[in-house]
């Protein structure tokens, strides 16, 4: 089936420092790929996501690459802001069908950004 | 404003006792999906719904039933609660049922089963 793993973290920046946050999943077909954002006690918020091989998608200052030979998606931004503490989740959604349109989550990762 | 509502927010029920986790979405989506939060364990899909009348389990079903008789709702019932399901608990909906959508999620609901 369907996997998606993360690095689990915590991670711990100082503001105004580069962030990576890595992704790689193991999927049948074409899924795609999204990072999802869940702030302290809110639901999950989509942030960016891409639907094809190469593709990237990007919002608020973060970008995340469709890598299809590496099977990566990993989330980057150049300079993190305190505001952006949260947990990150990676998941993916096939499209082959029935149980494989859910979305696959990782474990998440949180991010502190320190001041 | 487009969401997905769930009630209750918050939730204390002892072992046994029946509750329900109400869903209700206002984008017309056919689309719909429960999953449940666990620390270290990410977020594990309970029942989805393709459309009114079709639902089908997900990763983690035991204790859990559900129901989509209307298009906007797809509420989560628990008839026989135990402590280990404890949880965050939310509701998800998408306007495709092919891969490119993205699911919008409710806040969640915390259930806590003494």
């Known amino acids: 089936g369907n996997s998606v793993t993360q690095m689990e973290g915590p991670v711990t920046l100082s503001e105004e420092a580069f962030l990576t946050i890595n992704c790689t999943y193991t999927a049948t077909g074409y899924p795609s790929l999204f990072w999802y954002v869940q702030y302290p006690g809110e639901g999950l918020q989509l942030l960016l996501k891409a639907t094809k091989a190469d593709d990237k998608g990007s919002n608020k200052g973060f970008e995340a690459t469709y890598r299809k030979e590496t099977t990566s998606f990993h989330l980057e931004k150049g300079s993190v802001q305190v505001s952006d503490s949260a947990v990150y989740f990676c998941a993916l959604r096939g499209n082959s069908g029935g149980s494989n349109y859910k979305l696959t989550f990782g474990k998440g990762t949180l991010l502190t950004v320190n001041p | 404003e487009a969401q997905v509502t769930q009630n209750p927010r918050y939730l204390i029920t002892v072992t046994g006792k029946k509750l329900t986790v109400t869903c209700s979405q206002n984008m017309n989506h056919e689309y719909m999906s429960w999953y449940r939060q666990d620390p270290g364990l990410g977020l594990r899909q309970i029942y989805y719904?393709?459309?009114?009348?079709?639902?089908d389990k997900g990763d983690v079903p035991e204790g859990y039933k559900v129901s989509r008789k209307e298009k906007r709702n797809f509420p989560l019932i628990l008839e026989s609660p135990s402590p280990n399901q404890t949880s965050l608990y939310f509701c998800a909906s998408s306007i495709t049922q092919g891969a490119t959508g993205e699911l919008f999620f409710g806040e969640g609901s915390r259930l806590t089963v003494l």
């Open positions: 719904s393709m459309n009114v009348e079709v639902t």
